[in-house]
T-cell receptor
């Protein structure tokens, strides 16, 4: 089955800096890669996703890149703000089954 | 209006009891899921139903039994609760698309605590 590894597990940045979270997946047939943000005590919320026929996607301060050959994908957050503090999950799917990474606790410090 | 709603939000019960969690979605999606999030925040798929048909059944003890009376509802019944069942259970839904996988929308979760 699919295996998704996510790094780092914790990330502290100063407000205004950029944050990068990286994931790798094992199943070359995976073709959909969403990213979720989960605030403390809340539900996971989709923030951006990318499909295997696209190498990069951007939405305001958030961007995701995908390298299918290396089976890597990354989340980039620019100009971080305190409200970006949360746990971020990457995921990979083939069909309807989403396999999640282990999460990254992002802390944006003032 | 809440798109994916779960009840109850909190469930505290004794070991050995049987309990149910309910989920409803008003997004018109045809696929629903149950996930378990443990104390380390790891999110893992348990079950998935598409139009009332079971399509994903991960390695979950048979004490857990999902039921989907229609495509807008997916319930989870748990028999003989154990300490290790303590977790947050999330329901999610998505729409099967011809263009490939579609985003999954999560409910607010049910926090289950076993005493």
């Amino acid at each position: 089955g699919e295996n998704v590894e996510q790094h780092p597990s914790t990330l502290s940045v100063q407000e205004g800096d950029s944050a990068v979270i990286k994931c790798t997946y094992s199943d070359s047939a995976s073709n959909y890669f969403p990213w979720y943000k989960q605030e403390l005590g809340k539900r996971p919320q989709l923030i951006i996703d990318i499909r295997s026929n696209v190498g990069e996607k951007k939405d305001q301060r958030i961007a995701v890149t995908l390298n299918k050959t290396a089976k890597h994908f990354s989340l980039h957050i620019t100009e971080t703000q305190p409200e970006d503090s949360a746990v971020y999950f990457c995921a990979a799917s083939r069909g309807n089954k989403l396999t999640f990474g282990t999460g990254t606790q992002l802390k944006v410090e003032l | 209006d809440t798109a994916v709603s779960q009840t109850p939000k909190y469930l505290v019960t004794q070991m050995g009891n049987d309990k149910s969690i309910k989920c409803e979605q008003n997004l018109g999606h045809d696929t629903m899921y149950w996930y378990k999030q443990d104390s380390k925040k790891f999110l893992k798929i348990m079950f998935s139903y598409n139009n009332k048909e079971l399509i994903i059944n991960e390695t979950v003890p048979n004490r857990f039994s999902p039921k989907s009376p229609d495509k807008a509802h997916l319930n989870l019944h748990i028999n003989s609760l154990e300490l290790g069942d303590s977790a947050v259970y999330f329901c999610a839904s998505s729409q099967t698309g011809t263009g490939g996988n579609q985003p999954q929308h999560f409910g607010d979760g049910t926090r289950l605590s076993i005493l």
